[in-house]
Nanobody
Framework: QEQLVESGGGLVQPGGSLRLSCAAS????????MRWYRQAPGKERELVAT????????TYADSVKGRFTISRDNAKNTVYLQMNSLKSEDTAVYYC?????????WGQGTQVTVSS
């Protein structure tokens, strides 16, 4: 059974850091590109970062460039999102997403709240 499980969310003060993890199982992780999305209350889901299957191609939303870093460890079937210099506007549920051709999977999401 294909599964993506996010972890690492929580409450952090502005300027703080968090690292999200997304553990994959049930499919060939190293063949899938991975993405992180987020959705704030009352807003549409937003693409935050992408990483290709081998990790050689990475892109970021303008809103997180220079603050967030996506990475992956294909030996551990895990993708990460390191988030630094967090702002209140980063508050959202963060989802990981796997895609290869017409196959895709979503995680259940992890809440990130940035507040003093």
């Amino acid at each position: 059974q294909e599964q993506l499980v996010e972890s690492g969310g929580g409450l952090v003060q502005p300027g703080g850091s968090l690292r999200l993890s997304c553990a994959a199982s049930g499919f060939p992780f190293s063949s899938y590109a991975m993405r992180w999305y987020r959705q704030a209350p009352g807003k549409e889901r937003e693409l935050v970062a992408t990483i290709s299957s081998a990790g050689g191609r990475i892109t970021y939303a303008d809103s997180v460039k220079g603050r967030f870093t996506i990475s992956r460890d294909n030996a551990k079937n895990t993708v990460y999102l390191q988030m630094n210099s967090l702002k209140s506007e980063d508050t959202a549920v963060y989802y990981c997403y796997a895609i290869a051709g017409l196959r895709y999977y979503w995680g259940q999401g992890t809440q990130v709240t940035v507040s003093s």
